[in-house]
Every structure is written in C-alpha cells, then in structure tokens.
C-alpha cells in the first residue's frame, strides 16, 4: 500500500513544482511512511510514498521500464503478478525487481491500455508514457482503492486524496455545496462526484487518459445486466473462497485480521488457517458497555482457531480524543460513529503487523444486512408488513442499541421503491433535510434530485428482480462510496494495509448472478455463505444475528467532554457558514438525545461535517491536529467547560 500524487503539465501551461509534489508527498506520508521520493520528467511530476510489503528492498517508486520512457506511481497489490510477470519474461521483457508494481510498466509496453483488464487485484496507479506523452489513470473494478482527479487549464492532477491534489497545485479547497445534501441524506456521496469544488473521484472499474489536451474516461469492466441466474453452489463457493484468502497471504511482512463477532471475519480466519497460514494475529476493539461490546464472541472464534488474540477498549475519551485526527484523515466527512473505533483499532494493530486481512463486503455481496430482509417482508400479503413493523417497534423501545429498528419502520413505511432503498441508511429524512438546510439549499433535498443517482446507476439493471437489483445497486454504490472509501483512509491513515477476500473477483462475478433468494431469507441472511462455511465456523457465531459495529456514541457525545461537539456544531463559526436554518438547527442540536429519532447520528453527522471543514476546507494542513482545542474556538471551549460544570454541580 503507498500513497501517490502527481500532475501533467497541458500544452503551454508551466511544469510541476517539485517543492509542491514534496509538501504533497509529506502529507502522504501515513499511507507509506517505508520511503518517499520526487520525480519531474519535463511535463510530468509524480511523488509516491511507499509501505513496503512485497519486495521490500527493491520495489521503490516511481518505477520505470528498461529504458525509462514509462513511469508509473501505484498503490495496492497485484494478486496475479506473477503468471502476468512470467508472461512478459517470456515475450522478452527483463525485470529489475520482485515487485508486483514492475508488472505494469511491461505489461503497458506489451498490451497498452489492455493490460489493465488482466490485472487481477485491488489498486490505483498512473502511468505515463513519455514518448506519446500520455497519462493513463486505472482504478480496480470493485473500488478498494481511491483515486482522485482534478482538471483545469494548466492540465491534470491525482491523487490518493484530495489534500495531496490541493497541495500539488497551490490551489485552495472550496466546499462543493451542491452535493451538501446527499451528504447528509445518506452520509457519502457516489463517485464521481466529492464535496470539494474542482475534484472528482475516478469511479471504479474505470481508465482516464490524458493526452495533455484531452480527457477519456471509459469504462473497462461491469457487472452482468442481463436478467439470467445461476445458482452457485455451496461447495464451489467453499473453494472460490479458499483460493482468494489463500491469494491474500501474499507477502514479505507479518499478516494479521480484524475479527468481529461475526461470520465473515470469522470465515476469512478460518479459511487463512484451511489455505495454510500458521499463528496468525487477531485484533478486536469493544466497549465497556456489553451491549456494545462483541469481544466475547469475537474471543470464541479466536480461541477455536487458535490465533494469537489482542483487544482493545474504547472509551469517551477515546472517541472524543480521536475526532480532529480522523476528521484531518478523511477526503470528506466522517459517514459513520463506528469509524472512530476503526481507527484505533488500527492504530493498535500497527504496532504488531503492517497487512490485516477483514470481512469486508459480505454484507453487501451476500445479503446480510436487514433491510434485505425488510424488503421481502414489503411483499408478502397485504397487513403482515404492519404486524411486523409493530413487533420492531416494540423491539426498539427495549433495546437502546438498536436505533436502526426505528429506522427501519419509517424506512419501509416509503412507497417509492428507489427513495426507500436511498433511505435505508439515512441520517436525515427528505423533511427533515428540507428544515434544516439554509433556504438557498433546499431544493438540494427534493425527493427526485437525491435519488438520482442512484436511479442512474440501477438503469441498465431493468430487467433484473428487485431484490438482485437492491443488491447490485449497494455493491455498486455503499460499498464502494462509503464502506470502502472510509476504510482505506481510516487503515491507511494507521499505515496499515487492508485486504478483503470476499470481494475477489471471481467471488463477485459467480455471486451477483446468484438469485437473491440464495442469499437473503425471511428468517436469515448470507443463506449460501453460511453453507459453505458451516463446518468451518463455530456455531454460535455461524447462527448468530446480524450485529453490525454499533457504537455507543449517545453517551459519547453527550456527557462529559463530548459535551463541547455541541458547542462546536452551534458556535458562530459554523453558522456563519450558511449552510443551514440556524433556528432549525439549533433545535435538532439542543434535542439531541431526547427525542426518538436518530438524533445522535444526526447531531455526529452534523458535527463531524463542521470539524472535516475545520480540518480540510479553511486550511490546508500537512498534519493532522492533535486534539479539538486545535480546532475549537475559545468562546466553544468555554461555552463547553460552563456547561460541564453546571452539570457537575447539579449532580452533587
């Protein structure tokens, strides 16, 4: 895993600043803290960062081919280098190197833009072809890494995110506000599209060219859009599963997993010892609350498979402490309080091993969320949807941590099948988006506008079933734009490599053609999964609910030294802004955690957008800040330690 910044010069505009590309790479540095080096050929200038995993003492970037006419910059891993490296040997290509990066400069030499098609792995590169003067941009077909893009007149830049473009070009950040509500609607916002003015994500699955005048984006791999199913079986899935755990035990550094106390972490660990791994290190973070805390369960598959087992606990401090420093990781606002536990997790996992291997995707490819099963239960017989929205209900009102059941019963109360499905992980309701955002930025919150997007992704899916199509249309979108985004900064932001088995190739490919009903039941989820592993896996984590990570972040925010997020999301800096009603947001913000709503994820939503703006809009910083005093105003500060004190004395 590395971190890579660069730009093309167009015709007549100046070269790169080789002082600007250092300060980029500088502020790269977490993504690959093993080396760093600047490279300016004429028109061209790229900076990478690297963290060495294959190859460790030969694979410095950028890399060039045998005669330095092309150059690529890359992050990720190459799971197929090997035969492809063979292959080019044999066409008469000479290697420098071990390293999978060397396979794409011969590989472009001997195929071209082609070459990215045969690519099987997780990655984002640029390469640049010095005699045609081309630049070619590739990201993997799923989006497990990130690459961002910015044109303007004096030509192209890109990058792991969107500082090390900013800091490339000089140029200041400006927040793009006409994507401000499809933030808060659904906490991300798809590919292409950023919340900064200027820069755009490169989709996955995706080439850009850039012949220093023109620019192509083309499409260089899809998921079937035909209607036709194919069942997997469970058995061939069992082995499609131990050959893409058994690919991701590829490298020259200790490897490691995050387990939850779920089946696809527990799968992926399973299926490292099935493909041969020995003693592997596992790592799980909890809470002191045991509603919260999945460590038991977690500890059950790590005692089964014998792993060296570590835990960590997070507590308010923790969270609050963490905030500034992944407000400053992350290209946009953080999406989701479980975030927060992610990075520290990380973090602690560092300290032991540099690559850990995680469950991530199952949900999404296999069915295990929910909602899945919420929207089978929309098409039984008319009245059983009632009666089970009632029992939900009921449910919500005695379990504090499940504030997605109260969600769910709005969401499935929604007629129209795309805004539900937009709906299902919402922080805000289109009313309520209407109320609270400044007059000038409502129409942002119009029914049609915020599910456009989506219904344009899911066009050429038409003739597929509803419930593939729901799947196809979060595999193409949340996991991509949200799940997949956030993990590799919050990883990367730890130095730290991610790598996810469920969502190989050739998984995917064989799975979305599976019919819905393989996958999500009435009564249970990931229906196939579990049969391929259910001699694997223990049993109580095989037929154990869906969990998800919740996060105690009520009594994070609200108590003690969380107290001053509210004074940061009300102070006059950030109304100031005029991004929202200041009487309906000052509402929604003092009522936070009295009413019965998702007010806490509301008020998270709307404090962590205030504190990335801090971090990411009004400056331009090459460090993270160390704590919220950083980043509050004294005025906030104070307002905080009043009210903290207040509430002390009343207490005693």
């Not at 460790?56 to 090997?82: C, H, K, R, S």
């Not at 949340?478 to 900064?489: A, E, K, T, V």
Request: net charge negative.
């Amino acid at each position: 895993m590395c971190g890579l910044v660069g730009l093309v010069a167009a015709h007549g505009a100046p070269p790169p600043d080789p002082a600007k590309l250092r300060l980029a790479a500088l502020a790269l540095r977490r993504r690959g803290p093993d080396g760093s080096d600047v490279l300016i050929r004429g028109c061209a200038g790229f900076a990478h960062t690297r963290l060495s995993i294959i190859d460790l003492d030969g694979g410095a970037q950028p890399m060039a081919n045998e005669d330095g006419t092309v150059w690529t910059v890359y992050n990720g891993e190459i799971w197929n280098f090997e035969p492809l490296r063979r292959e080019l040997v044999e066409a008469g290509h000479r290697f420098a190197t071990r390293c999978d990066t060397e396979v794409l400069v011969h590989g472009y030499e001997e195929w071209g833009d082609g070459m990215v098609a045969r690519l099987d792995g997780m990655f984002a590169f640029a390469l640049w072809d010095e005699r045609r003067e081309r630049l070619l941009l590739a990201r993997d077909r799923i989006g497990k890494k990130p690459l961002y893009v910015s044109r303007s007149s004096d030509g192209l830049a890109f990058g792991s995110d969107a500082r090390s473009i900013h800091l490339a070009t000089g140029r200041a950040p400006r927040l793009n506000e006409e994507h401000l509500a499809e933030f808060l609607f659904q906490r991300y916002v798809g590919a292409p599209r950023t919340l900064f003015c200027g820069i755009e994500r490169l989709p996955p699955a995706h080439l850009l060219t850039f012949d220093r005048e023109r620019v192509s984006v083309r499409r260089y791999w899809a998921l079937p859009t035909d209607s036709g199913e194919e069942r997997i079986d469970s058995l061939e899935l069992r082995a499609l599963l131990r050959e893409a755990v058994r690919k991701r035990l590829m490298s020259d550094v200790p490897l490691g997993v995050l387990l939850s106390g779920g089946v696809d972490s527990a799968a992926v660990l399973g299926l490292m010892k099935e493909a041969g791994a020995g003693r592997v290190e596992t790592f799980t973070i909890g809470f002191d609350d045991p509603i919260f805390d999945e460590r038991p369960l977690a500890r059950i598959t790590a005692e089964h498979f014998g792993s060296n087992h570590h835990e960590v606990v997070v507590g308010p401090d923790d969270f609050i402490d963490a905030l500034p420093r992944l407000a400053w990781l992350r290209d946009e606002p953080i999406a989701e309080p479980a975030e927060i536990p992610m990075l520290l997790l990380a973090e602690f996992a560092a300290q032991s091993v540099k690559v850990v291997l995680s469950g991530e995707g199952g949900d999404e490819l296999f069915g295990g969320y929910p909602k899945y099963r919420a929207e089978l239960v929309l098409s039984l017989p008319t009245g059983l949807p009632a009666v089970l929205a009632r029992g939900l209900a009921a449910i919500a009102a005695r379990r504090p941590s499940h504030r997605q059941l109260t969600r769910a019963i709005g969401t499935m109360s929604i007629h129209d099948q795309l805004l539900r499905w937009a709906s299902w992980f919402r922080s805000f309701s289109v009313e309520e988006l209407s109320a609270i955002l400044a007059p000038r930025l409502a129409d942002q919150a119009a029914p049609d506008r915020l599910t456009a997007p989506l219904g344009s992704l899911l066009a050429p899916y038409a003739n597929i079933d509803a419930p593939r199509r729901m799947l196809l249309g979060d595999l193409q979108t949340y996991l991509p734009d949200n799940m997949l985004l956030r993990g590799d900064h919050v990883l990367m932001g730890a130095s730290l490599e991610g790598r996810m088995p469920l969502l190989d190739r050739e998984i995917v490919e064989q799975v979305v053609r599976a019919p819905a009903s393989q996958r999500v039941g009435l009564r249970t989820s990931k229906k196939v999964l579990r049969e391929a592993l259910h001699d694997l896996i223990p049993v109580k984590i095989l037929d154990g609910p869906k969990r998800g990570f919740p996060v105690p972040v009520a009594r994070f925010l609200l108590e003690g030294r969380g107290r001053v997020v509210k004074e940061i999301t009300l102070s006059e800096r950030a109304l100031d802004r005029g991004l929202f009603d200041a009487q309906a947001l000052r509402q929604l913000v003092e009522t936070a955690g009295t009413r019965a709503t998702d007010s806490q994820l509301q008020l998270f939503t709307l404090a962590s957008l205030e504190l990335w703006l801090r971090t990411n809009v009004d400056e331009l910083r090459s460090d993270p800040p160390l704590s919220l005093q950083e980043l509050a105003e004294p005025n906030e500060l104070a307002s905080s330690s009043l009210a903290r004190a207040s509430a002390n004395a009343s207490t005693r």
